[in-house]
Each structure stands twice: as C-alpha cells, then as structure tokens.
C-alpha cells in the first residue's frame, strides 16, 4: 500500500511543479502557428504589426505551454518511481549476474522515452521541452522513492525495508517472521551481532 501511495505522491509533485512551470515560461507550442491561425492565413496589425490570432481563445492559450512537456514529466514520474521499485523487488544490483533483471528493470523507463518521443512527433514539443520533463519526472520520483525506502544496490537493506514497520528507529525483528519473510535477511542476521545489524531480535521458542 505504501509503494501505491508514494507513486501517486510522486505522479502528483511533478503534476504541480509541471504545471507552475508551464505558466511561469509560457513557451510557444510547435504547432502554435496552426493554433493561432486555423485557416494557414497570418494577420497583424496595420499599425504597430501586432499579430492577431483568429483561433479559438482555449486553444490559443494551451500554445503557450509547451515547457516542459507534462505528459513526459508524468510519465517518468510514474514509471520512473516504477523502474525503482522493481529494482528493489528482483535484486537488480545482486552481482549474481542476470542481465534480463536490468531489462525489467529499464522498460518502465523505455515506455516513459517512447512517450517523450511521440510527443514531439506530434509537433506539440519541442526535444528540450521533452527532457526537462524526463529530468523533471524522474528526478522527483528517485526523491520521493529514497525518503522511504534504501537503494536498490544494498540488499541487506532491501531485505529490512520490506517487512520492518512502525518504528524505524528502534525495530524488534522476530526470527520466524524473518525465516517466512526472506532466508537472506536471516542468515544476514544471524551473522552478526546487534550492534552490526542496527536492529533487536527476537527469539521465537
């Protein structure tokens, strides 16, 4: 529920960052011409050469907002946070070498590029648009990923992240949930004593 939660935590901060910024630049759309000119036909003004733009106000005003590109930013948001949170769960970083984990592990991030990629395709972004908003995205969800959980290169951390709860600061582990949970996190415990693994355990009998 927590991974769910910090998603939509992320998807929403770059939604609202996105947003602000789009309004504060104000960039022209690719296609802002056709936008503000449906018929292909340019006028201005005799006097001071003023352009007058003859399409409708709404679609005029969604011209001005080009930077950074929302669907990008919202994708990697989303799917960026996702690329991490398999990581954790398949043990990328393991050195047990398994290729085909790290192309798990890169397709939420491929889904996330081909959207960038489309939406320049389609003349409503420009490249640099497209990667402040990749930047953007995946930037907030690594930040909102790592106030919670460890990175996905440390194991013995992975293994405590998933089943310690409530107190962070002074957890109590039980051997038989750790031994249900993950044989891993067990022998890592019971190699080392309390002060090593930061944590107090609890001996089921």
């Not at 947003?19 to 104000?26: I, Q």
């Not at 709404?58 to 799917?79: D, M, N, Q």
């Not at 970083?93 to 790290?102: E, N, Q, S």
């Amino acid at each position: 529920m927590r991974y769910l939660v910090c998603l939509l935590f992320s998807v929403l901060l770059t939604t609202v960052i996105t947003d602000a910024l789009k309004d504060a630049v104000g960039r022209p759309r690719p296609d802002f011409f056709w936008r503000c000119f449906p018929d292909g036909k340019d006028k201005y003004m005799v006097d001071t050469g003023e352009v007058i733009c003859t399409g409708e106000r709404p679609v005029i005003r969604e011209g001005y907002k080009s930077f950074p590109s929302g669907h990008t930013s919202w994708c990697f948001a989303g799917l960026g946070y996702l690329s991490l949170y398999l990581g954790e769960k398949i043990r990328v970083f393991d050195h047990c070498g398994h290729p085909a984990k790290l192309a798990i592990v890169l397709l939420p991030i491929l889904m996330a590029t081909l959207v960038g990629i489309s939406r320049v395709d389609d003349y409503w972004h420009h490249w640099d648009d497209v990667f402040a908003g990749a930047f953007l995205g995946q930037s907030l969800a690594i930040f909102v990923y790592f106030q919670l959980f460890p990175s996905v290169e440390d194991a013995k951390c992975i293994e405590l992240y998933g089943f310690v709860a409530g107190d962070h600061q002074n957890p109590t582990l039980s051997l038989l949930d750790v031994h249900e949970s993950s044989p891993l996190l067990e022998d890592w415990l019971s190699s080392c004593t309390e002060s090593e693994c930061g944590i107090g355990i609890e001996t089921i009998t």
